[in-house]
Nanobody, 121 residues
Framework: QVQLVESGGGLVQPGGSLRLSCAAS????????MGWYRQAPGQERELVAY???????NYADSVKDRFTISRDNTKNTVYLRMNSLKPEETAAYYC???????????????WGQGTQVTVSS
């Protein structure tokens, strides 16, 4: 059983910063891509950023130069540093990872339960 557990969400003022963390645990042989998505009420879930196992990153245009994704492979953890947050970025933020639970089986996609980020004065 693989679990992704997010932390670090909360209330922040416009222009403020937060750092989200997501730790993978359980039966894990290897982790490929890890990423962050967000979903605001009434809207579709959208990709924020992802990072592959070698550290290559990709960002949504709306967050480039403000958000930074990173990972610690020794801890099976991915981070999202968010700076200059805007009210319209209020959403539930979800961690995503593609994980091989065992060596000789295919990888599966896993999701965390989500952490709420509210940007408001």
């Amino acid at each position: 059983q693989v679990q992704l557990v997010e932390s670090g969400g909360g209330l922040v003022q416009p222009g403020g910063s937060l750092r989200l963390s997501c730790a993978a645990s359980g039966s894990i042989f290897s982790i490929n891509d890890m990423g962050w998505y967000r979903q605001a009420p009434g809207q579709e879930r959208e990709l924020v950023a992802y990072i592959d196992k070698d550290g290559s990153t990709n960002y949504a245009d709306s967050v480039k130069d403000r958000f930074t994704i990173s990972r610690d492979n020794t801890k099976n953890t991915v981070y999202l540093r968010m700076n200059s947050l805007k009210p319209e970025e209020t959403a539930a933020y979800y961690c995503n990872a593609r994980i091989k639970p065992e060596r000789f089986i295919r990888e599966y996609e896993y999701w965390g339960q989500g952490t709420q980020v509210t940007v408001s004065s």
